[in-house]
C-alpha cells in the first residue's frame, strides 16, 4: 500500500479533469454496469502512468464524443475495488496502467499496460478517442 500523500497528487491529475475516483466495490460495479458509457482508469505509481496514461487520458477529453462517465481506482492502493474492476475486464490479465471503455456494462475497448508503455500520451490520446467516436 502507498502513503497517501504519494498517490494524492496522481489521484488529483484525473479528478482534476472529471474522474471520480473509486475506492468502493459497489461504487465501481454500479459504474461499470450502468447505462452508457465508462470509461475505467486503473491508475498508477509507476513511471508510463506519468508520463503517457494520465496524460493521454487527459488529452483524450477534447473530442466531441468522450464516455458518460469517468471513473479510476488506484493500483496498489484501492486493492478491493481495482480487483473488481479488473475481474469485469477479463479476459484481459490485470495490469496497470490500463484503461477499459465499458458501454452499458459490456468492456468494449481496452489498453493494457503494453498498449501504453512507450508509447506517446498523444497516441494513446489518439486511441481513446477512436473508441469514442465509435462508442459514445
Known amino acids: 500500500m502507498y502513503p497517501a500523500e504519494l498517490v494524492q497528487p ?11 475516483q473509486i475506492n468502493d466495490v459497489k461504487k465501481i460495479e454500479d459504474a461499470i454496469n450502468g447505462e452508457g458509457t465508462t470509461l475505467v482508469v486503473v491508475n498508477s505509481v509507476c513511471g508510463c502512468a506519468a508520463a503517457n496514461a494520465r496524460p493521454g487520458v487527459r488529452f483524450s477529453l477534447d473530442n466531441e464524443k468522450v464516455p458518460s462517465t469517468l471513473v479510476t481506482v488506484f493500483a496498489g492502493v484501492d486493492r478491493e475495488a481495482t480487483d473488481v474492476a ?3 475486464m477479463v479476459p484481459f490479465p490485470p ?4 484503461m477499459a471503455l465499458f458501454k452499458d456494462g459490456e468492456l468494449v475497448h481496452m489498453l493494457e499496460r503494453h498498449h501504453i ?9 489518439e486511441n ?7 462508442h459514445c
Not at 10 to 20: N, Q, S
Not at 95 to 98: E, Q, T
Not at 117 to 125: H, M, V
Not at 128 to 134: F, G, K, S, T, V
Open 86 to 88: 479488473r475481474s469485469m
Open 117 to 125: 508503455e512507450g508509447r506517446p500520451a498523444d497516441l494513446i490520446a
Open 95 to 98: 495490469s496497470s496502467p490500463s
Open 10 to 20: 496522481m489521484r488529483d491529475e484525473l479528478t482534476a479533469v472529471g474522474f471520480e
Open 128 to 134: 481513446l478517442r477512436q473508441a469514442y467516436d465509435e
